[in-house]
């Protein structure tokens, strides 16, 4: 039996760094900020860097490094990228035999565009990973206590179907949904959201799902409180992460430390914590191993070479995680 598994995304990631790239402020941008080129010149570049990604790639890698018995099912082409994904996988102990081999489209593939800042663009191809289907739930091998689903590339039917799965058998589910998961609404994800154990996404995400403006943070919690079986998680970048499990709103801030790369420090975070549920049976042991993971994460280049190992202590300050009990009125509102 694995301790966990986890199913989504697979990418072959390359980052490329210049101090060439530059950014400018844009009030119509997405972002309020656009990375700049100038069309039809030449950019020399400072480096190149080969890596894997994607959500459940990532968190199969720190679920490994702490210990646990896990395995991955994502999707790859039958190509290099593949090859190189799966291989990676294997290097960290990772349970590569329910990984899906494409033979009609490439692994997906991302170009990460990272500036002197650590900021970063990334231009995608979604390739095998965006032809997720039933193969993705192999029920007679989920032999599991956990399983850790990131994005799906919107098919919530999918997602509808692990999660369903899991809980008429007494798996324990974590979701870190997607941006084409979250589009389909509350309507849709609440069912499935009342059905899982840990459900983790951004404030942004949080707010928009929720209906709640983005300042109303405590409302927000909350709300993702009463959509959840279990515990929700509101990751809010600098100001660190709030997580609610129905008795208690828990906080833990960040250490900090300028990033290198910020690729992946999501899937670090949500990996971080589920695995620290898994080990620590708290909270705020979850809290804090998460904070540390995403935090190394980002010193370096890619998603997996700052993913802790189980006991590594890379900062000196340990983090304070705040406990405070819910405001039971703030659970009645709709």
């Not at 290198?260 to 899937?267: E, I, L, P």
């Not at 042991?285 to 998460?290: K, M, N, Q, R, Y």
Request: net charge positive.
């Amino acid at each position: 039996m694995y301790d966990i598994i986890t199913i989504g995304a697979a990418t072959r990631d390359l980052f490329i760094t210049s101090r060439k790239f530059k950014t400018k402020r844009d009030d119509t941008s997405p972002t309020d900020v656009d990375l700049v080129l100038p069309l039809g010149s030449k950019i020399n570049l400072d480096s190149i860097i080969f890596e894997t990604g994607g959500g459940a790639t990532n968190a199969a890698v720190t679920f490994a490094r702490q210990g646990l018995k896990t395995a991955c099912i994502t999707r790859v082409g039958d190509d290099p990228g593949g090859k190189a994904t799966v291989e990676s996988l294997a290097a960290e102990g990772v349970d590569t035999g329910l990984v899906i081999k494409d033979k009609q489209n490439y692994t997906a593939y991302s170009i990460i565009l990272v500036t002197a800042t650590g900021e970063r663009t990334i231009l995608v191809y979604r390739g095998a990973s965006s032809h997720f289907n039933d193969e993705m739930l192999p029920k007679s091998k989920l032999d599991t206590k956990w399983v850790f689903i990131s994005s799906l590339a919107g098919n919530v039917s999918l997602l509808s179907g692990l999660v369903n799965w899991a809980d008429k058998h007494g798996l324990k589910t974590a979701l870190v949904p997607g941006s084409s998961e979250l589009a389909r609404g509350k309507k849709v994800l609440a069912p499935i959201f009342s059905k899982s154990d840990v459900v983790i996404m951004n404030r942004e995400e949080a707010a928009l799902l929720t209906a709640i403006p983005f300042d109303k943070k405590e409302k927000i919690v909350h709300k993702m409180c009463l959509i959840s079986r279990g515990i929700s998680v509101i990751t809010d970048a600098r100001n660190g992460a709030t997580v609610c499990d129905r008795e208690f709103v828990y906080h833990v801030g960040t250490h900090g430390n300028p990033a290198v790369d910020r690729t992946g420090s999501g899937d670090a975070f949500a990996s971080g914590f589920v695995a620290g549920l898994i080990r620590f049976q708290n909270v705020e042991g979850a809290l804090e191993l998460a904070a540390d993971n995403a935090s190394n994460v980002v010193n370096f280049f890619g998603a997996k070479q700052g993913i802790l190992h189980a006991g590594q202590k890379p900062f000196k300050e340990k983090l304070k995680v705040t406990k405070s009990p819910i405001k039971r009125k703030t659970l009645v509102y709709t």
